[in-house]
């Protein structure tokens, strides 16, 4: 069945020449209130469009090629996939993650975009009726474990951030939060942008080398690798999501009309990829020392008036050390100084590490999980105080973010936000088992499975499927769509 529901391609031009339109304020706006954003929402996919254009493409010309492309980059993959496993077998050291506090620094950098996973592909739920969506709806429905709260994308990468203290990112760049805020405004917009939709899909359902190296260092690292190996299965290029993805080209492909212009706007789709913060580009970004700082600069606000004069550091108070942010840099070293941190030894060994951790301590609670595992390898790495040597060089981006975060702490006068990613103010938790009842009651009077299949949807959206009623909704809707 050939669609007809896309719209005329979208009027694009620069990103930079409307107000408002921060990829931060636009993924916020959006999982706020997506009915509320729909022009913005729509203005900033067309505006980054216009950038995408400016990229290259590795797209085969003939859509009948696509099949044979994704193998033979699932095959590259797999050969440098291999090379990398005997390079590692060989001595090699891990090639992504300096330290634990480096690989947890990206599950937190990567964050906003991982919350929204699947997003995209949200507003095609409501196509149920018409098979030549089912590819698309079914990657969509596995995204969200078709219900099952140990196989949801986003449930199980909201576990992984709250286990080792990693849910504060509201501090990253914009750069951090366009993939999400693309993912949100496709996935509201799914029928205006859907040969952009299919083109993203396709692009974003290819096993990346990058997946499987973070499996792997993940692993090593005693950090649970599983939301990221569930990727690598259901990927696959023979029956996974990126055949789904080739699939959906050609059953949504127009039998009439402008079919070169439809290729396009896939083509535009696919490009969108490559905006913003990548994976390797979150890794890259990466600097013990400054991530240190940052943490310390946060503390400072808050703890600059909440130590006794008892204690001093090369004859400071505390206080005084942490009355601005910018000394931060110089604390830490006359910490090292004094003997209160021993650098290249076991933390144990420093007294101010025996004040943050363990039941006892006095500074007990201070610094959460992520926190203290940054402390702890920078106290660990070599004493002449540089990170380990995969991070030695310390980049002019690095640089800058040290004092960005400075600079914004001594701003806010508060410690970060933490849960800016919460449940939809319509579901409390304390309110879930009526929400469920209420949700049985609704479906069990509609007036046939097209009215079930509409109330379902609804509850299928970014912002609510990973809770209570929306996990439900998701088993209601997909047993009627396998039905």
């Known amino acids: 069945?050939?669609?007809?529901?896309?719209?005329?391609?979208?009027?694009?031009?620069?990103?930079?020449?409307?107000?408002?339109?921060?990829?931060?304020?636009?993924?916020?706006?959006?999982?706020?209130?997506?009915?509320?954003?729909?022009?913005?929402?729509?203005?900033?996919?067309?505006?980054?469009?216009?950038?995408?254009?400016?990229?290259?493409?590795?797209?085969?010309?003939n859509i009948s090629q696509l099949q044979g492309w994704i193998e033979s980059?699932?095959?590259?993959?797999?050969?440098?996939?291999?090379?990398?496993?005997?390079?590692?077998?060989?001595?090699?050291?891990?090639?992504?993650?300096?330290?634990?506090?480096?690989?947890?620094?990206?599950?937190?950098?990567?964050?906003?975009?991982?919350?929204?996973?699947?997003a995209w592909l949200y507003g095609l739920v409501r196509q149920w009726d018409n098979v030549a969506f089912h590819p698309l709806i079914k990657t969509y429905l596995e995204e969200l474990g078709e219900g099952l709260p140990d196989k949801n994308h986003v449930t199980l990468y909201r576990k992984l951030l709250a286990t080792h203290g990693c849910e504060d990112f509201e501090h990253l760049s914009d750069d951090h939060f366009l993939q999400g805020a693309l993912q949100l405004a496709l996935g509201h917009h799914a029928e205006h942008f859907l040969p952009e939709v299919i083109g993203y899909n396709l692009g974003y359902e290819q096993l990346p080398l990058h997946l499987l190296i973070t499996s792997y260092e993940l692993n090593e690292l005693g950090i649970d690798p599983y939301y990221f190996t569930l990727h690598v299965t259901v990927d696959n290029a023979s029956s996974g999501h990126a055949r789904k993805a080739v699939q959906a080209v050609a059953d949504l492909m127009p039998r009439v009309g402008d079919r070169d212009a439809f290729w396009q706007r896939v083509v535009d789709g696919y490009r969108l990829n490559d905006l913003g913060a990548s994976t390797t580009s979150v890794i890259g970004e990466f600097d013990l020392h400054a991530e240190l700082v940052g943490i310390m600069a946060a503390k400072s606000v808050a703890g600059k008036n909440m130590h006794s004069d008892y204690c001093r550091v090369?004859?400071?108070?505390?206080?005084?050390?942490?009355?601005?942010?910018?000394?931060?840099?110089?604390?830490?070293?006359?910490?090292?100084?004094?003997?209160?941190?021993?650098?290249?030894?076991d933390v144990q060994n420093s007294r101010f590490w025996r004040l943050v951790e363990g039941e006892r301590a006095e500074m007990f609670g201070v610094f959460n999980a992520y926190e203290l595992q940054v402390l702890r390898d920078w106290i660990t790495s070599s004493a002449d105080g540089k990170p380990a040597a995969a991070q030695r060089v310390l980049?002019?981006?690095?640089?800058?973010?040290?004092?960005?975060?400075?600079?914004?702490?001594?701003?806010?006068?508060?410690?970060?936000?933490?849960?800016?990613?919460?449940?939809?103010?319509?579901?409390?938790?304390?309110?879930?088992?009526?929400?469920?009842?209420?949700?049985?009651?609704?479906?069990?009077?509609?007036s046939g499975k097209g009215e079930a299949m509409t109330i379902l949807g609804r509850l299928l959206s970014p912002e609510i499927h990973h809770t209570a009623v929306g996990l439900m909704a998701t088993r209601m809707y997909t047993q009627l769509f396998d039905a």
């Open 314 to 345: 090369a004859g400071r108070s505390v206080n005084d050390w942490l009355a601005e942010p910018a000394q931060i840099p110089d604390f830490l070293a006359a910490l090292e100084q004094a003997g209160w941190i021993k650098r290249g030894e």
């Open 395 to 446: 980049t002019a981006r690095a640089r800058q973010r040290t004092l960005d975060t400075l600079s914004q702490n001594a701003e806010r006068g508060a410690f970060p936000v933490r849960g800016l990613i919460r449940r939809h103010p319509n579901l409390d938790d304390g309110d879930s088992g009526n929400e469920l009842r209420l949700l049985e009651q609704q479906v069990a009077g509609a």
């Open 73 to 118: 980059r699932a095959e590259a993959v797999g050969e440098q996939y291999r090379e990398y496993l005997a390079a590692r077998k060989n001595g090699a050291p891990r090639r992504y993650f300096s330290c634990r506090a480096h690989a947890l620094y990206f599950l937190k950098g990567v964050g906003p975009t991982k919350l929204v996973d699947g």
């Open 1 to 61: 069945m050939t669609p007809t529901l896309f719209a005329d391609a979208p009027e694009v031009q620069a990103a930079t020449s409307r107000p408002g339109q921060g990829a931060k304020n636009v993924y916020f706006s959006l999982y706020a209130d997506p009915s509320a954003s729909t022009e913005e929402a729509k203005a900033f996919v067309a505006d980054h469009i216009a950038i995408a254009r400016e990229l290259p493409s590795d797209l085969p010309a």
